[in-house]
Every structure is written in C-alpha cells, then in structure tokens.
C-alpha cells in the first residue's frame, strides 16, 4: 500500500520539509524532480502548487496533501479535512485575505466599490463575497505582483497578509478582511474511508501537529528540595501540570515541564532565586497533545 502525500511546492515548501523532518518522516528532494521519497517506504511525496492541491486530491491523483483553507474553498472541490496546520512564515496564526484600496482613495468598505475593478488570485471567493454584500464588481485573476495594481490597474484588490507591511510599503489601505485562512491536510474522500491509508493520514497529521506544537518551545528539568516545590511550582507556567517524581533522596524532587522558550530568559533565573537546581534546558522535537 503507498500512500502519496502532496507538499506545497513554492513559499510553504522549505517550511513543509523543516515540520516533516522535525516529525520524524524526512523527505528526500530532488530539485530536478517533482518526485520525492521519504522515510517510510510506504509515503511517497509530490511537490504540487498550493492552489492545485485540492484538485489532484478530489481527483485521486494523490491520497493526500497540504494546501490553505483559502484554496480549498477557492476550488469548489469536495475533500476530507484531516487537520488543521498552522505554521505560516512569520507567525503561527492564520493569514487574512483583505480587501485593500490606495491611502488616498475615497473607499472605505465593500460598499463603496460598485463597478469597480477588483484584482485578485482568488477570484471565486472575492465574487462570492461581493455579490453576499450585493455589491456589483468586475474582479479580475491576477498572475502576481497584486500590490502594485492600485490605482491604475485595478482601484482595489483581495490579496493575503499575515502583518500589512507589503500592503503598506505600497500605500494600500486595509478595508475588511475577506477571508481568514490558515494550512491543512486535506484527504481524497475515498482514500479516506480505507483503513490502512486512514491510518497512514491520521498519524502523519498526529506526528505533524507535535511538531509544529514543539515549535517555540522548550523542556525543562530541575532538581528541587520537597520544603522549595511550592515556590519552584509558582515560577513555571507549566503546559499542563509539571511531571514531578522522587530521587534517590528522599528530600530532593525533580521537576520535569514544557515552556515556550521565549520565557525561558525570566523564568530560568527565577527558578534559581527559588532555590531550584541542576537547571537543564532542551530543545523539543515533538509535543503530543
């Protein structure tokens, strides 16, 4: 049984490779080849367009892929939705697809922009939303570089941010946000419904999601005397609850926890100060919800 496995190939594709070695399923790239080999004998990979993905996996093309909401919806197509992942360049929110007009244009909603000509690579979902509000517009598919159509081009245009600075850096004004969108796994309906290849789907998205759930996080071990445990306990705020377990000594504790490692810089000299020891600080492959 080979389950194919669809990467976005593009802005997503470094990232995708980053999580899948990070999950412990390294793929194996070829820059010449769209092909890719993995770990598992049984997972082949496919390097596909994002906004392809839904069409070659409705199709049976493939079993399985990663691609945004954003496209899914797009395409009209009927897929499984296995997982929702949320690893963007900057972020690990979703990214918005906003409605944006040049600074010093009168418009100041979707309202406003009757008869106007809207650029866009996401051409269905901006018809849809206009013609919810009942608003009549000319939208037109745009082959990249959408910022810079205002106001010659087109008088505004629906394109993704995850921060507005390139909006901005191109004096374009943020409207409404059209769409908010974020990637997932996405499974062709009948792959689905076998088991082995469900199987296949379930614990690729399960290890992928431990993964990206590691990001930004680090472990923490320490050893703690039993009379300290209640003030060592105050400084951590611990995923769930801290792991604590006896040593040898029967006075001594250790305390075993998840933090987000940007906290590490206060935390770890107050844990001190609270008469932690053996203070040991590691990276984090995968967190298992």
């Known amino acids: 049984m080979k389950l194919r496995v669809g990467i976005p190939k593009g802005s997503l594709q470094d990232a995708t490779l980053q999580l899948f070695a990070r999950a412990g399923l390294p793929v194996y790239t070829d820059g010449r080849s769209y092909f890719a080999k993995t770990a598992d004998p049984d997972i082949e990979c496919l390097l596909i367009r994002a906004q392809e993905m839904a069409r070659y996996v409705e199709h049976g093309a493939i079993d399985a892929g990663l691609t945004g909401l954003d496209w899914v919806i797009e395409s009209g197509l009927k897929v499984a939705t296995v997982s929702d992942l949320i690893y963007a360049k900057r972020s690990r929110g979703k990214v918005r697809w906003v409605l944006a007009a040049p600074e010093d244009s009168p418009f100041q909603r979707a309202e406003d922009l009757s008869e106007k000509i809207i650029a866009t690579e996401l051409v269905n979902v901006t018809r849809n939303y206009f013609s919810n509000k009942g608003v009549d517009v000319r939208v037109e598919f745009s082959w990249g570089a959408t910022e810079v159509k205002p ?36 499974a062709n309906k009948l792959s689905y419904t076998e088991p082995c290849k469900r199987r296949k789907i379930d614990n690729l998205a399960l290890m992928l999601r431990g993964a990206m759930e590691a990001q930004d996080r680090v472990g923490l071990m320490l050893n703690v005397r039993k009379e300290d445990l209640a003030a060592v306990l105050s400084v951590l705020p611990a995923l769930k609850k801290p792991t604590i377990s006896t040593l040898s000594d029967d006075d001594w504790l250790a305390v075993n926890t998840v933090i987000e490692e940007s906290a590490s810089w206060e935390i770890v000299p107050r844990l001190k100060e609270a008469k932690a020891q053996g203070i040991v600080e590691y990276p984090l492959n995968k967190v298992v919800m």
Request: hydrophobic share 45%; net charge negative; glycine share 2%.
């Open 151 to 186: 106001p010659m081009l087109a008088d505004a245009i629906v394109e993704v941010t995850e921060t507005g600075s390139s909006l901005k850096a191109n004096r374009l004004r943020i409207l409404e946000t059209v769409l908010e969108s974020n990637t997932q796994i996405i």
